[in-house]
């Protein structure tokens, strides 16, 4: 991603901290982006924030949420590397949320690292030369005469030397320089950029310190639970508060008026308060609530099902993309495939479930909470409660786990209605059957695939009909086809279209959404149409990419334009993944075979290998996945990054095995891990990551590793057992051979 | 109803109904936050202490069942020889992602260490599956717990 226009007004808002040290609070106008799609803020500004005792102790501000992917180690980094200072002598501070003085804070879409890499860099360089120059007007002697080195600027000539926290007060007086025209370190010179630094918080997390959403304690607050109808959107009509009332340790119970139809936001719902949050856990036991269901309790995954068979029967109801005369190709091909491939609902998962803390007093709001958007969840709070945007403050807590589920706000606006209602402090829990029945489900969804075959096995005409899911004719969150979806302007002739099943169900962004669906289908039948040219499928997938041509610059959904995909970085990891696997060179026993497959999303490029081995019980079990990224010129902290790139390979491998969110009766089935089923030690396979530097701008590791490994592996079941896993989640009976 | 339980080799006394469970009496009676809630059945490990060494799931352990066992939770495991060594590994090892988890893995890789100081591949796949990690760092904890063990961090297992 191109570094924007910082020119307009870049300016250094200084002022001098408690206890005489710098504070530095910097402002420049960021990207000329549009806001986040969900968070209506204005054109962001992007802000860095840099504190030095008098002991040299630098504090840097941690700007993003910290849901595991690293950023509050990460980001402060690219600061210090700059600022030219000792890690040892870094401490890092969660910001507060203040966007117009940090610029967009959130995590999500992989984004920290490329909306953050170039301005943090030259926020930490502003204020290295701020400093010199207070050294400079010291000793009277030109700035182009210092050095600086770990935290101490350096006159070689005369030998003086001084500390940045003798500095620091007179340097937080200095006039800051132009962001845009500060120098930055050549990426050879770097001392912090590209070390494996360990997470900053991590020796709290050995010691079990509280430092996670739901350890916050806000003197005199109640506990909560909070229970909605099982059919989505349903409404209280009557329960038995009195009874529940009388409980051990229940103070309230109380039902809560729910925003109605826009499913994100807050649902009708019963509120039970008390002391403990067990004892208002427990008194769920007792509640009896009358529901009315609403329209949707009919919702049933099979329904979905056999809706899927019937729309694949016309044409699809809306076209995507129309290259060239698919029907036409397909008339005069060598060879014509087809096939139909499915995946279910999933579900997050976080470890940690929702939970929030709120103190509702006097018309304002404090917030404590996982959350992954704060911005948005103020703007929800406000419009739910009808208050000032000023009048709610949130308090980023660490969060124990993301993966899109804390983008949505809901169990936010829930701990506020709660803390409204009783005018005490309250937080809210939700109970594992809560958190796995009310999530923001990745969609379902269903493709016909048509492709056909010359007699040279190349790929002349591709055709995917997506049976989606949504509401009125439109795909829900996350359940989208973009006209850019790969083969997508590599084979001449192609059609992407869909049909919308209006299913009505929650969906949002999981782990690099849409992405982790599509891989699958789409890397699985680029692999089947390998076979069926009697290709080998490294091979196939080359050809297909073909010669190197320059990217197109895309509109991007967050932010400025991006460059689109790039079919020589593909080639090059797909390339140097095979070498690392010993793709094609290994005589591998029977029941055990390699897959391949590869996919671009969040500006990254990924390649992976899958070895796995399928018992005669039809057992899948993956021994090992190869994964090469190319996500640009920088590992900004090798050991966080690969950290990723594992995680995210058995992610997928756990989704593609275990995991399935259905339907019945308006209802989800699943309720906790016995039923949706998380990865485990015994299961895990080894995982090789390798980055691929090219000479590209950095960019985020949170997701691209992900979509890639399902179809990995059900290429690599394939490759094993000669059957074609064409639903998910992997059914053990099919492959069963004894 | 009153307990005194013995929590990192001190007495405390709560008043609670006799079905608490250990996790919520740690977590909300005597504001150690360390343990974590995740499924409340046994299912995922983040609420891992030890009673007596044992690693038993305190989310389904009700405090009526405590006695005068010795309960030690993460916040303390830190002061036995091996808890340091682990709580250090899992450092060096920088096994965390969300973290959220990984009082539970320390808790029950410093039970798996007690009593078997060098364990196997397979050993580590007992011990630790009762222990879910979302973020998925497994191949990092088996790393760390090889490097507590002071054997090779390497993955050795068979492909």
């Known amino acids: 991603m191109a570094m924007q226009d910082i020119s307009r007004r870049s300016f250094i808002k200084v002022s001098a901290a408690v206890g005489g040290g710098l504070l530095v609070d910097m402002t420049i106008p960021a990207f000329a982006q549009s806001p986040l799609s969900s968070a209506p803020e204005e054109a962001a500004t992007l802000n860095a924030y840099v504190r030095i005792a008098p002991d040299g102790t630098t504090t840097i501000a941690a700007k993003n949420p910290e849901i595991g992917q690293g950023v509050k180690t990460t980001l402060p980094m690219l600061v210090a590397e700059e600022l030219d200072v ?19 804070q959130f995590a999500g ?25 207070a050294a400079a007007q010291s000793w009277r002697v030109p700035i182009s005469e210092l050095e600086t080195n770990a935290g101490t600027v350096i006159h070689t000539k005369s030998g003086k030397k001084l500390t940045y926290g003798q500095l620091a007060e007179a340097a937080a007086k200095v006039r800051p320089p132009d962001l845009k025209t500060v120098s930055l370190k050549d990426p050879k010179d770097f001392k912090i950029i ?17 430092i996670f959403g739901i350890d916050v304690v806000v003197p005199g607050m109640r506990y909560a639970v909070y229970e909605k109808c099982p059919v989505f959107g349903g409404s209280v009509v009557s329960a038995n508060y009195d009874e529940v009332a009388k409980l051990p340790g229940v103070r309230k119970v109380f039902p809560v008026k729910g925003g109605g139809a826009d499913m994100a936001q807050l649902f009708d719902g019963v509120a039970i308060v008390a002391d403990k949050w067990h004892q208002a856990n427990k008194a769920l036991d007792a509640l009896k609530v009358k529901w009315d269901e609403g329209k949707f309790a009919s919702l049933s995954s099979a329904t979905f099902e056999s809706q899927a068979a019937e729309l694949f029967k016309q044409p699809p109801a809306t076209k995507v993309k129309t290259e060239g005369d698919v029907e036409g190709a397909f008339k005069n091909a060598a060879k014509v495939v087809e096939a139909q491939y499915a995946y279910p609902f999933l579900y997050h998962a976080t470890l940690e ?22 911005a948005n969840a103020r703007t929800a709070v406000s419009k739910q409660f009808g208050i000032p945007e000023t009048a709610v403050t949130i308090h980023m807590t660490r969060i124990g786990g993301g993966f899109g589920r804390k983008l949505s706000a809901d169990f936010i606006l829930e701990a506020v209605a709660i803390s409204k209602e009783v005018g005490e402090p309250v937080k809210l829990v939700w109970n594992r059957r809560q958190d796995a029945q009310h999530g923001k489900y990745r969609p379902g969804g269903f493709h016909s695939f048509k492709a056909a075959l010359d007699a040279q096995g190349k790929v002349v005409a591709f055709r995917d009909h997506f049976v989606t899911v949504g509401a009125d004719g439109k795909p829900g969150n996350s359940a989208d086809l973009s006209p850019t979806e790969f083969p997508a ?9 869909y049909s919308v099943m209006d299913s009505h169900v929650p969906t949002g962004p999981l782990r690099a959404p849409q992405s982790n669906a599509l891989a699958y289908a789409f890397q699985s039948f680029i692999d089947e149409l390998a076979h069926a040219a009697g290709k080998d499928p490294l091979e196939f997938q080359l050809d297909l990419l073909g010669p190197p041509r320059p990217p197109a610059m895309l509109p991007s959904r967050f932010g400025p334009p991006s460059p689109g995909f790039n079919n020589a970085r593909m080639a090059g990891v797909l390339k140097e993944v095979a070498k690392r696997s010993g793709w094609g060179t290994k005589k591998l026993p029977k029941g055990v075979g390699q897959g391949i497959a590869c996919y671009f999303s969040h500006m990254g490029y990924f390649a992976e290998v899958v070895q796995a081995r399928v018992s005669s019980a039809g057992d899948v079990k993956v021994d090992k996945v190869w994964v090469v990224g190319d996500v640009g010129n920088q590992i900004i902290n090798p050991s966080a990054g690969s950290n990723q790139v594992e995680g995210a390979a058995i992610d997928g491998i756990s989704g593609a095995i275990h995991q399935q969110i259905t339907l019945a009766n308006g209802r989800v089935q699943q309720s906790n891990f016995h039923d949706y089923p998380l990865l485990r030690m015994h299961e895990a396979p080894q995982v090789d990551v390798f ?6 701008p950095p960019t985020g590791l949170g997701e691209p590793a992900l979509p890639p490994v399902v179809p990995a592996l059900v290429n690599a079941i394939f490759a094993a057992t000669g059957k074609r896993i064409r639903k998910l989640p992997i059914d053990s009976a099919e492959l069963k051979t004894a | 109803m009153s307990y005194t339980i013995k929590v990192n080799g001190q007495s405390r006394t709560v008043d609670v109904e006799a079905d608490t469970p250990l996790l919520w009496v740690l977590r909300d009676e005597l504001d150690l936050k360390g343990s974590k809630f995740g499924c409340g059945m046994g299912l995922c490990g983040a609420c891992t202490v030890h009673i007596n060494g044992n690693p038993v799931r305190s989310c389904v352990t009700p405090i009526a069942a405590v006695g005068d066992n010795a309960i030690t939770t993460i916040e303390a495991i830190g002061s036995t020889a091996i808890g340091k060594k682990v709580q250090e590994a899992w450092l060096k090892q920088d096994v965390m992602q969300c973290g959220y988890c990984q009082a539970g893995q320390i808790m029950s890789a410093t039970a798996l260490l007690t009593k078997n100081p060098k364990p196997t591949d397979k050993d580590i796949d007992d011990a630790m599956s009762g222990n879910i990690c979302r973020c998925a760092t497994y191949k990092r904890i088996r790393s760390a717990i090889k490097e507590a063990a002071g054997l090779p961090t390497a993955d050795t297992r068979e492909v």
């Open chain 1, 691 to 696: 980055f691929l530097k090219t000479d590209n």
């Open chain 1, 353 to 374: 479930p929702m939970n929030a803390t709120a103190h509702w007093k006097d018309n304002k709001v404090e917030i404590w909470a996982p959350t992954q958007l704060p």
């Open chain 1, 86 to 104: 000792d890690w040892k002598d870094v401490r890092t501070e969660m910001a507060r949320l203040d966007m117009a003085a940090y610029g967009p």
């Open chain 1, 489 to 497: 302007s590599f084979v001449p002739n192609l059609e992407l279209g």
């Open chain 1, 109 to 133: 879409g992989s984004l920290s690292t490329p909306f953050n890499y170039d301005p943090l860099r030259r926020v930490g360089a502003a204020t290295r030369q701020m400093l010199m120059t």
């Open chain 1, 194 to 210: 590209g070390q494996p630094i360990g997470g900053v918080d991590s020796p709290l997390i050995v010691e079990g310190k509280p």
